[in-house]
């Protein structure tokens, strides 16, 4: 019926649902409700992220450790790792960013390490790459940690078909999964998220001008 409560205001706050899963919050602790509504997994935590791959990161520790567990509540993996803005801290195609000792690695769903912790920052994997800090300046590993673009950039904005924005200088180009440069760097950023690919569409401004640039270079300036 139109305009039926299906979820009742009995939380604080209400997450986007992902696998069938939301976090909601009460009194500053999390938990997750399923799709009818129901308390699936009780708001025990100091701060959880959304389900993904069937795990969610959970923290329930007054030092801010994180582990994951998965739908069943059951914890898969131990909290000994940080969460920051420097790293995903969710899994994409096997992988999650994850924090310790100062520096970001990747883990599998079994916590095991696949990638060493070396980078100061790191993006979810995308279409196998994910963007890595090194000393300052940003540039691509595979899934397996080598190197497929050496860090010189100073911010790689993650693949989508194959390509991704670069900026050096405060200005953007575009890049392929092999570091090749599709459209050379020089275009300012023309309002935030700007350097993200929409509908393989770059939102750009130059010369006092502002349009979009597609992967062809083809550029569609306003009037």
Not at 7 to 23: H, L, M, Q, V, W
Not at 40 to 69: H, M, Q, R
Not at 100 to 127: D, L, R, Y
Request: charged share 20%; hydrophobic share 35%; glycine share 10%.
């Amino acid at each position: 019926m139109a305009g039926e409560t299906v979820i009742p205001c009995t939380y604080d706050s209400i997450d986007y649902f992902s696998e069938g899963y939301a976090k909601v919050e009460i009194n500053k602790k999390d938990g997750f409700i399923d799709k009818n509504g129901h308390l699936a997994i009780p708001t025990i935590y100091d701060s959880a992220e959304s389900f993904s791959e069937g795990l969610a990161s959970v923290c329930i520790n007054k030092n801010y450790k994180w582990g994951f567990i998965d739908k069943n509540q059951k914890l898969i993996i131990p909290y000994i790792y940080f969460n920051t803005v420097s790293c995903p801290n969710i899994f994409t195609e096997g992988l999650a960013g994850v924090r310790q000792n100062g520096k970001v690695g990747f883990i599998n769903k079994k916590g095991e390490t696949i990638i060493p912790f070396i980078f100061e920052f790191a993006s979810k994997f995308s279409e196998g790459l994910s963007a890595v800090r090194i000393n300052g300046k940003w540039g691509v590993i595979d899934n397996m940690g080598e190197t497929v673009i050496p860090n010189k950039y100073d911010d790689i904005f993650g693949f989508s078909n194959g390509l991704s924005c670069f900026e050096i200088n405060n200005k953007i180009g575009i890049i392929d999964r092999l570091g090749n440069v599709v459209i050379p760097c020089i275009y300012s950023f023309s309002y935030y998220n700007s350097h993200k690919l929409f509908n393989g569409l770059v939102r750009i401004s130059l010369n006092n001008k502002f349009g979009y640039i597609n992967t062809l270079g083809e550029q569609f300036w306003e009037d």
